[in-house]
């Protein structure tokens, strides 16, 4: 019987804590004698009520490490090791082996006790074989062996964007961004400067005035009239704010949650792959791009310029971003970059690219052929550690002593500029002409240069160095018509997919179609992490950008017959969703509002379907089948929830022809509440994972936020995956 009050305090882990360097925070709660018989009751409520909203600390024995878990997913382990100690007071090391083998797939495990604890079998568990979905990469096994066409390269397209296609500005940064995240192979489109009064030869005279804006768009050359809309927009916007400033109007628009981003923040999430472009969101994007413009520092003279053709996007000076590329090159990797050229410029112009390039890539760059690489071999991977490859057109007629078994003889079109032709005729009616690219240029493409497609039969697809590049509906039409002759060539030579011209809001193609027929270079638009973008994270995550294709897609494997004769293999997949902690809450919402959260876990299996290896990307039956692909679980309480008590099992069974390292399964956990009462986005987290670096047992599945960032969102699962 209790006589006076009882306290009882429990270690919390703070809300800004990380789980590694977490201070604790301490709870009172008094029971009085009033409460009586209910004194118990209350108490083993009140601890329930503290461990169910935050997570409690779980102290390994050593002293060094402790982990929070909230009481859901405490619960289910212990239920686990409840089950496995059979009855006993402990667990058995045979049991624990046979748990590790059997269940989590692990490999001989040695196991140094004879019984073992919760305690400790949570230790020895997490610290000794870990407990995430995604099997580690190690860039330090990695065979680095294969010519360098044998192997998928994360790529990014119009990677100088920090927006959408038509007005978003263009940034050094975002260069920095993409490059520290594994991207190596980016892309940039270069133009005139504004002023071309001075060359690298005829330098201007440093007491010279600078030329206003109005001298330098009055001065544009013919190949830099593109520029005149972003100034003309610039001074628009200068006026327009002045005369605000003057009248005391307020600018509504600077309060808004998405102006106070910083300007390398990617669009808002929600759209998956063939979602129509949303007008409202552009303009939103419109408006965040006006104040930055602004802000911006004004460009080198005489030097070459970055940005998207005839379009409102603002410029970047080319050396800023030649400069950005050397500084974050090799932080993480030292696995080669390919730097993909789109010259608008002229051949003056042209010179100073090259001149720049060498300047700021001393060292670096590729321009010449590998000491141990005999003309008519690619080079294999190992050999271009720490450099820089330039993908450009080849000069008409081919230069003298460069890697002639290498080089083209003919003229060679921009392979990827039909949309800045679409836009210059929709402004001046005529279809601009076709740059020439001088010798110094042409000469840096020792091993990636651009080739213009016609067929796979052409002389030009027979070249060791050449790349394609084909806009995506380009390539579905050649999986519909050329299939075989479209794979058989990506086994040897390099193809390169880049997003059709409709995709102004920066949206994403589904790179896996792709990659199946053995594209090597699908360039992303690395500022919209929509369903392609998930889909890249989960193929490049941990392999600093080169993934060796698999066996049959390389050109050792000439000989085999077409991809459709490879052993695949049917699959049965069954992931069991049990509980979850600190699910990200949806953008705008208040961390008070975390209890009234209803998480909803849905998963998709994207795999190479029928109607995708026959090319009828067209079929109306089509988004039937997707729905034997796509399961959801049932909507759990809170941003801590337990998923024991709802539908919680997700059943891929027989699904057949699966390449592992060709398929991923990607998570989405939606707010079931949001959606049902509101329109807004209900999205608040996603996980995408390569099938063949899926774990199998109980596992911890980590989340994104919709920038692409690892949350602290963390849901525990259970995969069961088999193959005949």
């Not at 330090?140 to 010519?147: G, H, I, N, T, V």
């Not at 300007?263 to 007008?279: C, D, K, M, S, Y």
Request: charged residues 25%; aromatic residues 8%; glycine residues 6%.
């Amino acid at each position: 019987m209790i006589t006076g009050p009882m306290c009882f305090t429990v270690r919390k882990r703070p809300s800004d804590a990380s789980p590694t360097h977490a201070g604790t925070i301490r709870r009172r709660l008094t029971l009085t004698h009033e409460l009586g018989t209910n004194s118990i009751k209350a108490l083993k409520r009140a601890i329930a009520l503290t461990t169910f909203i935050t997570p409690t600390a779980v102290h390994f024995q050593d002293g060094k490490k402790e982990v929070y878990l909230s009481a859901a997913i405490q619960r289910h382990l212990r239920k686990l090791y409840d089950s496995l100690r059979r009855g006993e007071p402990s667990l058995s090391r045979s049991s624990f082996v046979d748990f590790l083998e059997i269940v989590q797939g692990e490999k001989a495990p040695l196991l140094t006790e004879e019984k073992y604890t919760f305690g400790k079998f949570l230790e020895v568990w997490w610290l000794q074989f870990g407990l995430g979905a995604e099997k580690p990469a190690s860039p330090e096994r990695k065979d680095l062996s294969k010519p360098i066409s044998n192997y998928f390269i994360s790529s990014s397209h119009n990677t100088y964007l920090s927006g959408n296609q038509l007005s978003g500005r263009s940034t050094a940064d975002a260069y920095r961004r993409v490059l520290r995240k594994g991207c190596r192979c980016v892309e940039i489109d270069v133009w005139d400067g504004d002023s071309q009064s001075s060359t690298p030869e005829r330098p201007r005279d440093a007491s010279s005035k600078p030329p206003s804006r109005f001298e330098h768009v009055r001065h544009l050359s013919g190949g830099s009239l593109h520029t005149a809309a972003a100034h003309l927009k610039g001074t628009v916007e200068e006026t327009i704010e002045k005369t605000r400033q003057m009248l005391g109007v307020e600018k509504t628009h600077s309060h808004s949650p998405r102006c106070s981003k910083s300007e390398l923040a990617p669009p808002p999430f929600g759209r998956e792959i063939g979602e129509p472009v949303n007008p409202t969101s552009l303009a939103h994007e419109l408006d965040a791009e006006r104040s930055s413009m602004r802000s911006r520092p004004s460009l080198p003279p005489d030097e070459p310029i970055v940005m998207h053709g005839y379009t409102f996007t603002a410029p970047v000076g080319f050396r800023e971003v030649c400069k950005a590329i050397r500084e974050v090159a090799f932080e993480t990797t030292n696995l080669p970059i390919i730097v993909s050229l789109e010259v608008h410029a002229d051949q003056e112009q042209q010179g100073a690219m090259v001149q720049i390039m060498k300047e700021e890539w001393d060292g670096l760059l590729v321009d010449k052929p590998h000491d141990t690489c005999p003309n008519g071999r690619m080079p294999r991977l190992e050999e271009l550690l720490n450099k820089i490859l330039v993908k450009v057109k080849r000069a008409s007629p081919s230069l003298e002593g460069t890697m002639s078994t290498l080089s083209p003889n003919t003229t060679i079109e921009d392979d990827a500029s039909w949309s800045e032709e679409d836009r210059a005729s929709i402004l001046n009616g005529t279809k601009k002409p076709k740059v020439p690219i001088c010798e110094s240029l042409s000469a840096l493409a020792i091993y990636t240069h651009s080739e213009h497609f016609t067929n796979f039969e052409s002389p030009a697809a027979k070249i060791p160095s050449h790349i394609f590049s084909i806009n995506e509906n380009k390539i579905l039409e050649l999986i519909a018509s050329k299939h075989h002759e479209l794979f058989s060539h990506n086994r040897h030579f390099f193809m390169r997919a880049y997003p059709k011209g409709l995709r102004f809001d920066s949206s994403n193609l589904d790179p896996s179609h792709f990659w199946r027929k053995g594209v090597q270079m699908v360039a992303m638009n690395w500022q919209s992490w929509d369903e392609g973008m998930m889909l890249n994270h989960a193929m490049f995550s941990g392999e600093h950008g080169w993934v060796l294709k698999p066996p049959g897609y390389r050109s050792e494997d000439a000989s085999a017959p077409h991809e459709d004769t490879f052993p695949h293999r049917n699959l049965d997949l069954i992931i069991t969703v049990l509980a979850g902690q600190h699910i990200p809450l949806p953008e705008g919402t208040s961390s008070a509002n975390s209890r009234s959260l209803r998480p909803v876990v849905k998963c998709e299996l994207h795999i190479e379907k029928a109607e995708e290896r026959l090319g009828a990307f067209t079929n109306n039956d089509i988004k039937v089948r997707e729905c034997d692909y796509k399961q959801k679980t049932g909507a759990g309480k809170t941003d801590h929830p337990d998923f024991n008590n709802v539908k919680n099992d997700l059943h891929f069974l027989g699904v057949q022809r699966v390449i592992e390292q060709l398929s991923f399964v990607r998570f989405k956990v939606e707010d079931d509440a949001l959606r049902l009462v509101s329109l807004r986005d209900a999205f608040v987290g996603w996980a995408c994972i390569r099938l063949d670096r899926l774990a199998t047992g109980y596992r911890f599945v980590h989340l994104f936020d919709a920038n692409g960032n690892q949350t602290q969102g963390v849901l525990l699962i259970r995969v069961d995956k088999r193959f005949c």
